[in-house]
Nanobody
Framework: QVQLVESGGGLVQPGGSLRLSCAAS????????MGWYRQAPGKQRELVATVDSGGNTNYADSVKGRFTISRGNAKNSVYLQMNSLKPEDTAVYYC??????????????WGQGTLVTVSS
């Protein structure tokens, strides 16, 4: 059973920073790409940022220049450094692992979500 466990969410004032972490556990041979998505109340889930096994990154326009995604040395973890946070960044942030190779084949895995609230 492959699981993603997120941490680092919380309440922060506008202009502040937070760092989200996500670690994959279970029988994993490799993970092609990991990323972060978010869902605000009443809105659809949207991509925030992804990073693949080659280190290539992709960001939503709304977070470019403010957020930085990175993978851990073991490639089974991913981080999201969020700076200059705005109230519109308030959402539940979900970690995603794409093309996870396990003994039983390929899988896509989602974390349970961590709430980020930006408010004064």
């Amino acid at each position: 059973q492959v699981q993603l466990v997120e941490s680092g969410g919380g309440l922060v004032q506008p202009g502040g920073s937070l760092r989200l972490s996500c670690a994959a556990s279970g029988s994993i041979f490799s993970i092609y790409a990991m990323g972060w998505y978010r869902q605000a109340p009443g809105k659809q889930r949207e991509l925030v940022a992804t990073v693949d096994s080659g280190g290539n990154t992709n960001y939503a326009d709304s977070v470019k220049g403010r957020f930085t995604i990175s993978r851990g040395n073991a490639k089974n973890s991913v981080y999201l450094q969020m700076n200059s946070l705005k109230p519109e960044d308030t959402a539940v942030y979900y970690c995603n692992a794409e093309r996870v190779i396990t003994p039983s084949g390929y899988r896509e895995v989602w974390g349970q979500g961590t709430l980020v609230t930006v408010s004064s």
